[in-house]
């Protein structure tokens, strides 16, 4: 049985990814290496935990024993690699985590990768031909777009946060894994992701949480940033894709074409929210507060998908419209049975 390591795979992306790929392929078997910090939690995998095909190790990606130790049992033959610190706010006040968890990191896993992997630069051990390391990266490491534009493969990097730029620096490092050593290397880039699982501090279970608390519903600035917004489970279904049938080396950019301000975001959560829990008086929008915008806000992020849907055959599955719908649902069933 093939052997994949998925690192990270506890967080909010990275569970849902593995519910979905470890219920698809009971013929390969998943190691899921996390920390378990603030982000990972082992509530997101509970519905998995006993699967035959799957194998829980609580641990850190910048423990080189460690991985090593793991890729020897297990003979791993393949990693997916979303273990990252990713909270802006977190990077601006503590940053140093961020380039350790980041860089050094995925430093650590493309580094054994090769020595398990290779026996010389671009000459893969017998048997280990097709072993591939996918890199999950984001959109925020090309910085800021004006009006109008999109990021596609080709764009300039220009990261504006501690968290952008330690991105920026593990894509790098992928980059010169495939270009000096011949690992077999692919990074996505996405675009801001939304559904189920999310952590609590992030833009939209934030809302939720605000307006069903009755507080103020806290929006940077002037509510006019905006991000591409891309449903959680298609952006699951593009790394797979990348990760079975992408071309060694290539980065693919991964958005939801969803493109929506922090307003329209606040606006649409509290209009559903007035029709499904109604308040005893006016609209959940009532609540909404501007607050002092964080340093380095980028203004906008929108990503140009066209190659890993012309390339892949990959296509989004959810609009926005239909994927707030199922998070809304989701959290106020999670949160109902808590009460």
């Known amino acids: 049985m093939k052997s994949i390591l998925v690192t990270g795979g506890c967080g909010f992306i990275?569970?849902?990814?593995?519910?979905?790929?470890?219920?698809?392929?009971?013929?390969?078997?998943?190691?899921?290496?996390?920390?378990?910090?603030?982000?990972?939690?082992?509530?997101?995998?509970?519905?998995?935990?006993?699967?035959?095909?799957?194998?829980?190790?609580?641990?850190?990606?910048?423990?080189?024993?460690?991985?090593?130790?793991i890729f020897e049992k297990y003979e791993i033959e393949g990693v997916i690699h979303f273990a990252a610190e990713s909270h802006v706010d977190n990077s601006i006040e503590n940053p140093e985590i961020f380039l350790q968890t980041n860089i050094l990191g995925t430093f650590q896993l493309l580094n054994l990768a090769y020595k398990h992997w290779m026996q010389k630069?671009?000459?893969?051990?017998?048997?280990?031909?097709?072993?591939?390391f996918l890199h999950v990266s984001t959109d925020e490491?090309?910085?800021?777009?004006?009006?109008?534009?999109?990021?596609?493969?080709?764009?300039?990097?220009a990261p504006n946060s501690p968290y952008s730029a330690s991105k920026a620096g593990s894509d790098f490092i992928v980059r010169s894994y495939h270009h000096t050593y011949g690992l077999n290397t692919i990074i996505t880039n996405c675009s801001n992701n939304y559904g189920p699982k999310q952590h609590a501090e992030k833009l939209?279970?934030?809302?939720?949480?605000?307006?069903?608390?009755q507080h103020p519903i806290p929006i940077y600035g002037d509510g006019k940033n905006?991000?591409?917004?891309?449903?959680?489970?298609?952006?699951?279904?593009?790394?797979?894709?990348?990760f079975f049938k992408g071309k060694s080396g290539e980065t693919y950019n991964i958005g939801g074409r969803n493109e929506r301000t922090n307003n329209q975001i606040a606006q649409t959560i509290c209009k559903i929210l007035d029709q499904k829990r109604p308040r005893s008086s006016g609209s959940y929008a009532d609540?909404?507060?501007?607050?002092?915008?964080?340093?380095?806000?980028?203004?906008?992020?929108?990503?140009?998908?066209?190659?890993?849907?012309?390339?892949?055959?990959?296509?989004?599955?959810?609009?926005?419209?239909?994927?707030?719908l199922k998070t809304i649902d989701w959290y106020l069933e999670k949160w109902d049975k808590k009460d």
Request: charged share 25%; aromatic share 12%; glycine share 8%.
């Open 14 to 69: 990275g569970s849902n990814f593995l519910v979905y790929f470890v219920n698809k392929y009971p013929n390969l078997k998943i190691i899921n290496l996390d920390l378990l910090t603030y982000a990972g939690n082992l509530e997101n995998t509970k519905e998995i935990e006993n699967k035959e095909n799957y194998i829980f190790i609580q641990g850190d990606i910048r423990n080189p024993n460690l991985i090593q130790s």
């Open 121 to 132: 630069p671009f000459c893969p051990k017998k048997g280990k031909e097709a072993a591939r």
């Open 141 to 157: 490491v090309y910085g800021s777009l004006g009006e109008s534009g999109f990021f596609t493969e080709k764009t300039p990097y």
């Open 204 to 213: 939209i279970p934030t809302i939720l949480r605000k307006a069903l608390a």
């Open 226 to 242: 905006i991000r591409d917004w891309l449903y959680v489970l298609d952006h699951c279904k593009g790394v797979e894709l990348a």
């Open 287 to 324: 609540l909404i507060t501007y607050v002092p915008d964080r340093p380095g806000h980028d203004r906008r992020y929108a990503i140009d998908a066209t190659k890993i849907e012309r390339e892949l055959g990959w296509k989004a599955e959810e609009n926005f419209e239909t994927g707030i």
